[in-house]
Structure formats: C-alpha cells, structure tokens
C-alpha cells in the first residue's frame, strides 16, 4: 500500500510554488512596461485628432474667403461650421466628450488673413493656424501647461 502511495506521487506533476511566482513576476515586469507605452500614444492620438481639425479648419477658412470675395469676414467658429460641417465646433459636443474643438475662428488684419485654434479634449494642447495678410501661414502649438512648446516638439520650434 505505501508502494502504491509513493508511485501515485511521484506520477502526478505540476508546477512549484517557485516557478509560479516567477512567471508571476515576469508578466508584472511586461506590464510595467507597456502601460506607460499604451498611455503616451493615447495623448499622442488626442493631438494628432486636433491638428486634423485645425488643418480641416484652415480649408473651411479658405473655401470661406472664396465665396466671400477673398476676405476673412468670419469671427466664430460656427460660421467654418456651416461650411464643413464635420467640424466640432465651440459649444458644440466636444465639451462632453474626448473629442478636439474648435475654439477660435476669426479674420485678422483688416479681413486679409486669420487664426484658427483648436483644442485637444484630453491634453487641453491649442493648435493653432494663422494666415498672415502676405499668404505666410504658420502653424503654432501651445501646451496645457501655457508653455509654446507641446509635448513631441523642440523648445526652439513651436510649428507641428
């Protein structure tokens, strides 16, 4: 009967106390690293959706002065909105939701140029296009915390 006992021990497998803690701790340790990986291509998709609205923004601003004589006469967001109407404009849903808004639209200089700026829900990054009166455009980032350099950019260059 012991015989027997012994053999059935013997026979049955299975995996250590040890050797489980160890996988244990090795999927911790990969986990450790990918979430922070996982969480910073999230901020990252949240500004790239805002500089898409920006540049689809700077074609309603065009598309805007072209029917209007080639002056920028618009000083709300809601009236790019009415010419694309995919724009998430201020006061619009982006409020409640995780999605980019346009907060500012409006002609400068005498109507021969304007700015556009966007927000970035999640990251509050402004991205910002500006159309000078000579055709110079520039494209401007300011981060949430007022600094002129966004997360990804140089402190020498502001452009995205």
């Known amino acids: 009967m012991l ?16 050797e489980l803690l160890v996988v244990i701790l090795i999927i911790g340790i990969l986990a450790a690293i ?8 999230k901020s990252k998709a949240y500004d790239s959706s805002a500089k898409t609205l920006a540049q689809t923004s700077q074609t ?18 809601s ?26 639209a ?5 109507n021969k140029g304007y700015k556009v700026a966007v927000t970035a829900q999640n990251t509050k990054d402004v991205f910002t296009v500006v159309k000078k009166q000579g055709g110079e455009v520039e494209h401007l980032c300011t981060s949430a915390t007022g600094t002129t350099n966004c997360p990804g950019h140089t402190s020498s260059s502001t452009s995205w």
Request: zero cysteines.
């Open 3 to 18: 015989q027997s006992l012994r053999q059935r021990t013997s026979d049955e497998g299975g995996f250590t106390l040890i």
């Open 34 to 41: 990918a979430i922070p990986a996982l969480l910073s291509q």
């Open 60 to 77: 309603a601003a065009e598309t805007y002065a072209t029917e209007n004589n080639g002056e920028y006469t618009f000083t709300t967001p």
């Open 79 to 104: 009236q790019l909105k009415t010419i694309e109407p995919s724009i998430n404009a201020l006061g619009g849903t982006g409020a409640n939701t995780n999605e980019a808004e346009l907060t500012e």
């Open 106 to 110: 409006k002609g400068e200089e005498g």
